[in-house]
């Protein structure tokens, strides 16, 4: 069993872009209340006194899109300080990063994954459901701005939808030849959008490696991360290519990880609920952080049981959160 120290905590749930994969158009979303989000009090108190007593070392900042937390610099500071910390790193659709990365840089964040679905500006803004002025060029230069200040590993995630970006894989694998870019593509999944994922389906990891292996060839790597990426290289390229099987080799018995949502609730999978824990309820109940502990402990012990029920299972059934709205 993998050892569960990665945690992914959804700092809010809120998103400026409205992504097809996300948060499918036409949905309803009922947003979190600022004072329903976990402060950053509490989410250090979480961190200190529960998660890091219990073996969690590994932590992701994640939303909706985390940038749009207040104080998002400050926090990621007060939690780069913690000692126990050995890896903190961000997911961000990167509109917003250009002015900031440096400053995260300079609060402790080493590692940070940026969306890109598109180079072509259009099929982006297809993609996020932009319609206005195009949004693109802003992400381009927020990334631009993350290698620049010296983020490493720099990962640039594409889910891969058929028939909209599928064309654009090596373009978008070239990306990692002449700079050391981490591009990893990620099947796409039925989470609130069945409208488009029944239509077409996915293309499977195996089917983007051909191609890739067809043009340039490839080889086995490694890049620094606690994510579930197959890794390979082109041969000569200075970044790596990163390939996330979860419809077609699903990975869930070698999960290690937890996700926490802007709302404090603790659960054990993306698309399962079994056993989630309202922490922050408990918290501003007085509860101390010895019988939350306790009470996640016991939800830790479930974990593999979870994990081999949901890859014998696949991806089933209705989710009552949007990705955006769990963190994914």
Known sequence: MNQLDYLRISLIDRCNFRCQYCMPEGAELDYILKQQLLTDAELLTLIQEVFIPLGFTRFRLTGGEPLLRLRVTDLVRAIASLPQIEDLSMTTNGFLLAPMAQNLYDAGLRRINISLDSLDPDTFDQIIGNHGRSRWQQVWHGIQAAYNVGFDPLKLNVVVIPGINDHEVLDLAALTIDKQWHVRFIEFMPIGNWHLFGDRGWVTSAELRQ???????????QVRGAGPADVFRIPGALGTLGFISQMSECFCDRCNRMRLSADGWLRPCLLNETGQIDLKTA??????????????????????????????????????????????
């Open 283 to 328: 918290l501003r109940s007085g509860v101390s952080t010895a019988q939350l502990q306790t009470q996640v402990r016991k939800l830790l012990a479930i974990k593999p049981e979870i994990n081999y029920k949901q890859r014998d299972s696949g991806i089933t059934g209705t989710y009552t959160r949007t990705m955006s709205q769990i963190g994914g």
């Open 211 to 221: 191609r890739i292996r067809e043009c340039w060839g490839l080889t086995e790597s």
